[in-house]
């Protein structure tokens, strides 16, 4: 019987700073940012191996990630939560991402304010 197992990778609650937004103090001061990652790839390989190579090195992705977010400036959410989905998406065996970028205390009364992307690899 031939499954066709979907892998589901989260990279929760990424935790970093970087220059994000358009105000002075936004400008000059680094934020806190909170990263959330989903990837889906087909993991029969992997399931049926063992074998690191068989499988998607959420490690290096993430690597690629945090130098990303630490070495640049953005001006927007979009930008920065675009930037990173590109990542989750460039290698071939990806089928699905979705990009989940927090700025806490962005907002006086709220506990932060998030944008989401997601793309869909045919």
């Known amino acids: 019987m ?15 700073r970087t220059y994000i937004g358009i105000k002075q103090d936004e400008i000059q001061n680094k934020q806190d ?3 959330n990652v989903t990837i889906h790839y087909s993991a029969d390989n992997a ?3 063992d074998n690191m190579d068989d499988a998607l090195n959420y490690r290096s992705i993430t690597k690629r990630i945090i130098a990303l977010v ?5 001006h927007l959410l979009e930008k ?3 930037d990173i989905l590109d990542i989750a998406c460039e ?3 990806v089928e699905f991402a979705e990009v989940e970028v927090d700025k806490p205390h962005a907002l006086r009364f709220a506990d932060s ?3 989401s992307l997601s793309r869909t690899i045919d």
């Open 2 to 16: 031939k499954h066709n197992n979907i892998a589901k990778i989260k990279i929760k609650n990424l935790r970093l």
């Open 33 to 35: 940012v909170i990263i």
């Open 47 to 49: 399931t049926n191996s």
């Open 70 to 74: 630490e070495n640049n400036k953005f």
């Open 80 to 82: 920065l939560t675009n």
């Open 91 to 93: 290698h071939s065996w």
């Open 113 to 115: 304010v998030s944008l």
